[in-house]
Each structure stands twice: as structure tokens, then as C-alpha cells.
């Protein structure tokens, strides 16, 4: 990518901005555009001199632009964005797909691949900062923001780049699943939980992309498959599975080739890491849940049948890593109503992180603040994920859906969504009470008098709630 200019429309999400980083450490020159700039993209675009433009312009675009990466967002159309008509008027050669750039940043280079419904971010971050705290110097890219490693994207020295592989389609103009463009050489797959209703509408065509990327790293000679029993998909799918890939490793909490025994939970959790028998390690871990316990066996299990680390790097790595941001991140430290905020951005995502406090805080009650942002969250054909999303909870208060792409798909309004919780609690005869909010910050005052010295409280969502995640911990401090 070296002297190469590299313009990217809609720079500011998560993926697009850690793949221009990714340009820019490579030697090109790099530049960007999007309609709105908030922290902490706008401060990471900042922090590692990327320039940016707020709002979208064909003048933006570099004369003498050799690659144009366009993000894959709704408004991101020609018929609807001005910079993205004069990219497919006058540059038409050179529009590409984030994954596509990211392949060619990655040629020549073994690219292990952290994919599946849930848990990638994680074990992404976790594999790159085990490798890069034991001095392997790994290529990694991160589509969350990491506390550890201390950023989301790295080029490296070693010939192993660690990649989180997104199952969602590449752009507006290439319907392919982001993670088969990245030549994996190694695949950790955490589950295959329907997801991205909007997008496969049946749980045959959400797997779909999967087998096809397990497929392709069976023609690879020395390639690696690990993947988790313990998820209900898998477990469902393991014969197709075996016969696409037979060498695969397992793992699980109490089963497979890697597992965990012995589990002790707190807020520093302990286990003895198995393999086929044999204890090989001793896991400490400040993060929370089982799923995290999960995806700790996982890593293990990637980085151990590849010989990259041995157990004493694998023990002090795990035991220094803090994790993802928005990933149950203690917002009230040392307060008597603990609030946490987590990625409530899938039904399985929401309920990991609700097991997880239940797990932890077992003499609380739980309240939750729900924003319904993806468009998986508030597609009428996920109204079923409400009936069983939120049945622990004292008090459920639901944030109004956002209306970006409100015509894409079957939307559904707060009303309904309220109405589905209420028609569940009838049916269990639950005392759960359900609050409609809607003004962001405004709504703080009604959200501190509902809660109880008692409470911990659980924020979901992958939006900002329009202030509230940001205004409620102060508020209660």
C-alpha cells in the first residue's frame, strides 16, 4: 500500500476507521469523510493524525485517488450520497470494500480469523494481546475498541495477523461476507446463532457464509479449524461440520478437546484450562461470565494447537487483559447502585451479558435500560426474542428505536415492542414493570427515582441512548 492514496466515505465506524489506521501504518496516504464524528472514533481519527472531512462532498475526493473505500451503511448510495455518485460517476475502478483493502494489507501473512454470532471482538483482542504481550509483535484488526492491546489495529513484524471476521456483507455493491476476503489461514469459530434478520432471513442462510469459509480453509494444507461445542447451532450442524473440516479442535466450558474444571467465579475468576485430560494451565480472568470463560478456552485452544505461546505467556497474558470497551464496563465504581454497560447489539449478546450479572451480583435486582438499535433488534421478525430477552429483570425501561434505515426493513415502533413485553409477562405472571423513555438525557430524572439501593443496573445497547449512557453514572454519583 505503500505512497498509494486512500480515500474512505464514511470513515467513522469501528471497522472503517481501524482499516484506514491499518493504510496509513503501511505508507499510504490516507483521507476520509462521513456525516458525523464522535468520540471515540473522532478522537482515535485524532490520535493517529488521520485527516477527516464532517459531511460528504465529491470534492472530497482526492484528484489523484488510486483506492476509494466505500462503508456499508444505508445512506452510503449513490441515489442518496453526492460523494458516493461521484465515486461510481468518475472512479468507478477503483471503488472497493473495506475487506478487500484489508486483503491486500494481509497478503503474504497467516491470517487467523475470530468469526461466528457473538464473542469475536473479544477473542480477537484477547489472542492479539496474549501474542503482543509475549513479545510475538502480531498484525492484528480489532472491529470493537480494545482496552488491551492499547489499539484496535496494528501492522506487526510476525507473519501471524489476528483478524476479527464479520459475517455481514461487504458493501452496498458487494453482498459477499466481509470475512471470506480475508484469506484465513486459521478459524476460531465462537457460534452460529442466527443473527442479522434483516440481512439472512433464515438460520440456513445465516450459515451459509460460514461453511463457505470453513470450506475454504480446507484447501488450505496447514490450516486449523476451533470451534465451540457448547453452542446449540453448532452442536446441530456438527456432522456437516466433521465433513467439511474432520481435523477440527473443540472446545467448550465442560467439554471438547479444550475445556475448563474446577471454575471458581468472583471478580478475578480461576479455573484449570484441560486438554484431552491433562491440565495445562491456570486461568485467572477479571472479566465477567461464563461466555468469557468461553472465550478464554477458545483463545487458548487457537493459540496452543499452534504452538504460538506456551502456558506461562498464555497465563500472564490472560490475567493482564481488561477487554473490550461497551463490554461490561463498570460505569459507578464504588457505588452503592452499580451500573454496567453492555453490547446489547444481538439477542445473544443481551443475554450473555444479563447471565453474566446474574452470575455475579446474585442478591441484586436487575434493572436494564434497552435501546432496540440494530436493525436485528427492532425487524419484526425478531418479536420473539423479547419474550425470553429480559425475564430477570426487575425493570425493563426501552429507549425508542432509531430511524436510520427505517425503510430497509420491517421495522417495528417502541409501542410494539413495549406491547410484547407486557402480552410476556402476562403469560408468566411476572411483576416485571416496563417503561417507555424517549428524550435521552432528559429521561435521567424519571430513571434515578425508579431505582433501589438494591438495583445494579445494565445498559444494552450499541447506540449512546442520546446522552443517558454518558449522563446517567454521573447522575447517580
Known amino acids: 500500500m505503500n505512497t498509494q492514496k486512500i480515500h474512505f466515505i464514511g470513515i467513522c465506524g469501528a471497522g472503517m476507521s481501524a482499516v484506514a489506521k491499518l493504510c496509513q501504518d503501511s505508507g499510504a496516504i490516507v483521507s476520509g469523510s462521513d456525516a458525523g464524528f464522535y468520540p471515540p472514533i473522532s478522537t482515535y481519527l485524532e490520535k493517529n493524525n488521520i485527516p477527516y472531512v464532517a459531511g460528504y462532498a465529491a470534492s472530497n475526493i482526492p484528484v489523484d485517488v488510486d483506492y476509494i473505500v466505500i462503508g456499508k451503511h444505508a445512506a452510503l448510495v449513490p441515489e442518496e450520497n453526492s460523494e458516493v455518485a461521484e465515486a461510481f460517476a468518475n472512479h468507478t475502478k477503483k471503488i472497493c470494500s473495506f475487506p478487500l ?11 487467523m480469523l475470530c468469526v461466528g454470532s457473538y464473542g469475536k471482538s473479544t ?4 489472542a492479539a494481546h496474549i501474542l503482543e504481550a509475549a513479545g510475538k509483535d502480531p498484525g492484528y484488526f480489532i472491529g470493537a475498541s480494545p482496552v488491551t492491546p492499547s489499539t484496535n489495529a496494528h501492522i506487526g513484524t510476525s507473519e501471524y495477523f489476528v483478524l476479527e471476521g464479520d459475517e455481514y456483507p461487504s458493501a452496498n455493491f458487494d453482498l459477499t461476507s466481509k470475512f471470506l476476503h480475508l484469506n484465513a ?14 440481512i439472512f432471513k433464515t438460520p440456513d442462510d445465516y450459515t451459509k457464509p460460514f461453511f463457505e469459509l ?54 478475578k475468576s480461576s479455573f484449570e484450562l484441560v486438554h484431552q485430560g491433562t491440565v495445562v494451565a491456570h486461568i485467572q480472568t477479571t472479566l465477567l461470565g461464563a461466555h468469557n470463560i468461553q472465550n478464554i478456552i477458545g483463545v487458548c485452544a487457537l493459540l496452543l494447537s499452534k504452538g504460538l505461546v506456551n502456558a506461562p505467556e498464555l497465563e500472564s497474558g490472560i490475567e493482564s487483559f481488561v477487554g473490550i470497551t461497551r463490554r461490561l464496563d463498570l460505569l459507578t465504581a464504588g457505588k452503592d447502585i452499580p451500573v454496567y454497560e453492555g453490547f446489547g447489539s444481538s439477542y445473544a449478546k443481551a443475554r450473555a451479558a444479563i447471565s453474566a450479572l446474574l452470575l455475579h451480583y446474585p442478591h441484586k435486582n436487575l434493572v436494564i435500560l434497552f435501546e432496540p438499535h440494530t436493525f436485528s433488534w427492532r425487524n419484526r421478525d425478531a418479536l420473539l426474542w423479547y419474550d ?16 436510520h434505515g427505517v425503510t430497509t426493513h420491517l421495522q417495528l415502533s417502541q409501542a410494539e415492542i413495549i406491547e410484547r413485553l407486557h402480552h410476556t409477562n402476562e403469560n408468566h405472571n411476572s411483576s416485571q414493570e416496563i417503561c417507555a423513555i424517549q428524550n435521552g438525557k432528559d429521561d435521567i ?33
Open 445 to 477: 430524572p424519571l430513571i434515578v427515582a425508579s431505582l433501589r439501593k438494591d438495583d445494579i443496573v445494565l445498559i444494552l445497547s450499541s447506540g449512546d441512548m442520546n446522552g443517558i449512557i454518558a449522563e446517567l453514572p454521573k447522575a447517580l454519583s
Open 101 to 111: 483493502i484489508l486483503q491486500k494489507i494481509t497478503t503474504g501473512r497467516k491470517n
Open 185 to 198: 489461514e486459521s478459524v476460531l469459530l465462537t457460534s452460529l446463532e442466527h443473527d442479522h434478520i434483516n
Open 214 to 267: 470453513i470450506g475454504q480453509l480446507a484447501q488450505k494444507k496447514e490450516s486449523t479449524l476451533v470451534l465451540c461445542t457448547d453452542d446449540a447451532s453448532i452442536q446441530n450442524e456438527m456432522i456437516h461440520l466433521r465433513t467439511l473440516y474432520p481435523a477440527l479442535i473443540s472446545y467448550g466450558l465442560a467439554t471438547g478437546d479444550y475445556h475448563a474444571q474446577h471454575i471458581v467465579y468472583g471478580q
Open 123 to 126: 477473542t480477537s483482542a484477547l
Open 388 to 403: 425470553t430477552a429480559f425475564t430477570e429483570a426487575r425493570l425493563v425501561f426501552v429507549y425508542q428505536p432509531p430511524t
